[in-house]
């Protein structure tokens, strides 16, 4: 089993940024891929992003040139910078990673996740 611990959650108001990181343990942290997903209250886990182990990444529509994933084997991360944030960006944000190759939007395909860090976006 993989150990996520995220960070970086906050309050920001609306056309702000903020930077998630999501620390992983293992040593076989580069061969997977990772992804961030969120919940809002109320709603579903939804998708935000994914990258694969060669650096591949993937959105959802709604995040589409705000958000970039990126990842830094050498320290065991992954992060979401996210920019020009909404209103709509608030909810709690999971990290999770797969054992399988390529790039996964369902969460049924991860295969462990972080606790969570929320993001509010204020209007």
């Known amino acids: 089993q993989v150990q996520l611990v995220e960070s970086g959650g906050g309050l920001v108001q609306a056309g702000g940024s903020l930077r998630l990181s999501c620390a992983a343990s293992?040593?076989?942290?580069?061969?997977?891929?990772m992804g961030w997903f969120r919940q809002a209250p109320g709603k579903e886990r939804e998708f935000v992003s994914t990258i694969n182990s060669s650096g591949g990444s993937y959105y959802a529509d709604s995040v589409k040139g705000r958000f970039t994933i990126s990842r830094d084997n050498a320290k065991n991360t992954v992060y979401l910078q996210m920019n020009r944030l909404k209103f709509e960006d608030t909810a709690v944000y999971y990290c999770a990673v797969t054992r399988n190759f390529g790039l996964w939007v369902a969460a049924n395909d991860y295969d462990d996740w972080g606790q969570g860090t929320q993001v509010t976006v204020s209007s």
């Open positions: 293992g040593r076989t942290f580069s061969s997977y891929a």
